[in-house]
């Protein structure tokens, strides 16, 4: 790369949410999954314990004047903040308290999630159940709306975490449903329109911008046909994804985002204790990456600077158990890596 990535010293990390509802224990897990440099530490989302701690309704509960309720559909505007909003604002609080207590003299990268402006809009229901996709106004009002949210919660995260190098991640999940126009209206009988893509971009441009003039960001999305050369546009330092569902059409896009400088943080170690076989091989793991760096012809010298290994997605839906095993293996197979590129 012609420059040093604002990742340096990341060789691996996890996607963000944990299983379970203890704010404390899952802290400590990720934290001492990733100490002495073995990659970076995040703000765990919880979403067991319920409707506000799961990554919407935490990504509602982070907006700025604008607020959101539980509906049997899912989460609605609203016009002022109930106990929903409330009860999420008090769970971030929480999960806070507890990062912050296992992160005393920290200094280093620690990673930030929220949701992103597209997949908040095909999520985030207008009064009528139509979701926020939609209007086109009232997408715009949403990224404003949460990029002034995400700069008063990135301040309080340096502001309690002085010594760390805050990261931002956006989780867009829904993007190329977006981009693609298959996002499903509330009855599910048709979908909305595609978005324009340099409307998109803008957003993301405009959300990402959020974390500072010199404030590193990624964006992550565990779907299939990720918008790679759009996220690097829209200014991401970093692509998340799914090592499992990438395809030969989008190999150049990720040559090219290599070169250019882009972190690729590459999910390759499973996120359920289901299909977790083969984790006694950390080399096993990252093996697929070895081969796409020769297919592409790119230098193996790289490989440890310019990729992240994650597990393929949150860990929410993982036992504590393997929730702990899959970040542990995360670090081992980055090691893998780093001492036997070829």
């Avoid at 949460?146 to 008063?152: K, M, N, T, V």
């Avoid at 972190?263 to 793991?285: C, I, W």
Wanted: include cysteine; charge should be negative.
């Amino acid at each position: 790369m012609s420059e040093k990535s604002k990742f340096s010293g990341c060789p691996a990390t996890g996607v963000g949410s944990m299983p379970g509802g203890d704010a404390r224990e899952a802290a400590k897990t990720v934290t001492g999954s990733f100490a002495d440099g073995q990659g970076m530490p995040y703000l765990a989302e919880l979403p067991a314990r319920g409707p506000g701690a799961d990554m919407i309704g935490r990504s509602i509960g982070l907006l700025g004047e604008m607020y959101g309720h539980v509906e049997p559909s899912g989460w609605r505007i609203s016009d002022r903040p109930g106990r929903d909003t409330r009860r999420a604002r008090s769970w971030l609080g929480e999960d806070l308290d507890a990062l912050e207590e296992f992160t005393q003299g920290y200094e280093g990268l620690l990673k930030v999630q929220a949701v992103g402006p597209w997949t908040l809009a095909a999520a985030l229901e207008l009064r009528g159940g139509e979701a926020m996709l939609a209007d086109a106004g009232a997408c715009r009002d949403l990224a404003g709306s949460l990029a002034e949210g995400l700069r008063a919660h990135l301040a309080e995260v340096r502001r309690r975490m002085p010594g760390a190098n805050v990261v931002l991640q956006l989780d867009e999940p829904s993007l190329t449903a977006v981009l693609l126009g298959r996002v499903r209206s509330a009855s599910g009988y048709r979908t909305y329109r595609a978005v324009d893509r340099q409307v998109v971009e803008s957003a993301l441009r405009d959300v990402l911008a959020a974390a500072g003039e010199d404030g590193t960001t990624l964006v992550h999305s565990c779907a299939p046909e990720v918008p790679v050369a759009l996220l690097r546009r829209a200014g991401a330092d970093g692509v998340s994804l799914d090592f499992s569902l990438l395809t030969e059409r989008e190999e150049e896009a990720i040559g090219e985002a290599v070169e250019g400088g882009t972190q690729l943080f590459l999910g390759v170690v499973p996120s359920t204790d289901a299909a977790s076989e083969g984790l006694s091989d950390p080399g096993g793991s990252v093996m697929g990456v070895r081969t796409l760096w020769r297919r592409l012809g790119l230098n193996p010298g790289t490989l440890a600077e310019s990729v992240t290994i994650t597990p393929s997605c949150g860990l929410a839906g993982a036992s504590p158990a393997y929730a702990r095993t899959a970040l542990a293996h995360s670090a081992r197979a980055a090691r893998s890596l780093a001492d036997n590129p070829e």
